[in-house]
């Protein structure tokens, strides 16, 4: 839209592009927008009182997850309740990143129990649509988490692993870490050939993205 309306600069940079530019779609970054819904107008100007009712919310959701004592049920009823709290708001997400929450969501995704591993992961997932997160996640360990998941895992978690490296990947620096963790392409290859059709459109968009970096 931006050349059709005859625009012959970048819109980010103000630099003038080449005469006839060579335009390359970005599959990996169209399939997470279609992920997950905008906020409409509406949800965006609720009232400010609402907002501060939801981050009290999320902080006894994430006390309860942190917390040693808790039990896989209360633990399951946070994360499911943080992920919805998480999908659409961008401040509860950096004030649960904030928290210190991805370690205890990262300990869930080795849990055995699949639904506990699920929930952590979509968890993660929104988590990761925050650019800022995004190095930091794949520094606390989530690659190895993810690799596991999509060697072993049911096929919803399998599918949103995928989604996770298609979204860390969006930084260049975490496709050359993803592609040169062992088995990460190997994993994600094996269920395009294997998967079920929504495993095969996750992976094979995560390889894309992954693919753009030379070396991967």
């Avoid at 309306?5 to 399939?31: D, F, Q, Y």
């Avoid at 009290?56 to 039990?71: E, Y």
């Avoid at 190997?186 to 992954?210: P, Q």
Wanted: charged share 20%.
């Amino acid at each position: 839209q931006w050349i059709d309306s005859g625009n012959r600069t970048c819109p980010i940079t103000k630099l003038p592009l080449s005469e006839n530019p060579s335009l390359i779609p970005n599959h990996a970054l169209r399939s997470l927008i279609s992920n997950f819904a905008h906020v409409s107008p509406k949800e965006s100007s609720r009232p400010r009182t609402q907002q501060e009712h939801s981050q009290s919310q999320s902080q006894a959701l994430i006390s309860t997850l942190i917390s040693r004592s808790s039990s896989n049920a209360s633990k399951l009823e946070s994360l499911s309740r943080l992920v919805r709290l998480t999908k659409r708001d961008s401040s509860i997400r950096r004030k649960v990143t904030e928290s210190g929450v991805v370690r205890a969501a990262l300990d869930c995704v080795d849990s055995c129990n699949q639904v506990l591993q699920e929930k952590s992961l979509s968890l993660l997932l929104n988590l990761s649509l925050e650019d800022d997160n995004k190095v930091g996640l794949v520094a606390d360990g989530v690659i190895r988490r993810i690799v596991a998941v999509l060697r072993v895992g049911s096929p919803d978690c399998k599918a949103i692993a995928a989604t996770l490296l298609t979204s860390l990947a969006v930084v260049e620096v975490n496709k050359a870490t993803i592609g040169s963790y062992p088995d990460a392409i190997s994993a994600l290859v094996y269920l395009l050939r294997v998967g079920n059709d929504r495993e095969r459109k996750e992976s094979a968009t995560a390889l894309y993205a992954l693919c753009s970096f030379p070396d991967n």
